[in-house]
């Protein structure tokens, strides 16, 4: 089966860097995403990663690493609203995506 | 903008009813994606479409169903509600039929069965 694993919860404090890991194990991989979901909210989409690398976008940076199957989010100067839940998620190549269960960032002062 | 919008944001149904979830997108996007979201176990593919009349199941797909007659909709259908379906249910579009394509979401509807 197809199966993605990230922390449940991180916490850290403003100005901080966190770093959110995803591992996963499949078949048919065609790239990782990352979303944000504040409570109440709808996901949306922050960062894809096709080639193995980091792709940086302003304060958030992606990392893809397929030869381990794993990928991470690294966000830089946290601030408070950061706090969010952050999924991770593949694609694969037959158009459907997985979504891991999620990790839910508390940024503190 | 992409505009993705659920017909409506909580709903109250009782069980054994037929219930229908509608998501219209208005970006001409090819795929359209049915998940449910719940504590700890973040979104799980219901069903998901990337053409008109053509669906393919995702991980759950166990007493749903859909309907996809025009590109700009994509209807999911409880056949007889039941208790373990009361979720928030979030609809999704993606532009191509490419599988990594950013998706779109809905604002979700709550759905509660009694």
């Known amino acids: 089966g197809q199966s993605l694993e990230q922390p449940s919860e991180v916490t850290a404090v403003e100005g901080a860097i966190v770093q959110i890991n995803c591992t996963y194990q499949t078949s048919g991989f065609y790239g990782l995403s990352w979303y944000q979901q504040h409570d109440g909210g709808a996901p949306t989409f922050l960062s894809y990663?096709?080639?193995?690398g980091l792709e940086e976008t302003g304060r958030f940076s992606s990392f893809l690493s397929r030869s381990d199957s794993y990928g991470y989010l690294l966000l830089q100067e946290l601030q408070m609203k950061d706090s969010a839940s952050y999924f991770c998620a593949v694609g694969y190549n037959n158009n459907d995506m997985r979504f891991g269960a999620g990790t839910r960032l508390t940024v503190k002062p | 903008d992409v505009k993705v919008t659920q017909s409506s944001r909580y709903l109250v149904k009782r069980t054994g009813e037929k219930v229908f979830l509608e998501c219209v997108q208005d970006?001409?996007?090819?795929?359209m994606f049915w998940y449910r979201q719940d504590p700890g176990l973040g979104l799980r593919l219901i069903y998901f479409s990337y053409d008109v009349k053509m669906k393919e199941k995702g991980d759950i797909p166990e007493g749903y169903s859909v309907s996809r007659e025009k590109k700009e909709r994509f209807s999911l259908i409880l056949e007889s509600a039941s208790t373990n379906q009361t979720s928030m249910y979030l609809c999704?579009?993606?532009?191509?039929?490419?599988?990594?394509?950013?998706?779109?979401f809905g604002d979700g509807t709550r759905l509660s069965i009694l």
């Open positions: 999704a579009s993606s532009p191509t039929r490419q599988g990594n394509q950013p998706q779109h």
């Open positions: 970006m001409d996007h090819e795929n």
């Open positions: 990663n096709a080639l193995d």
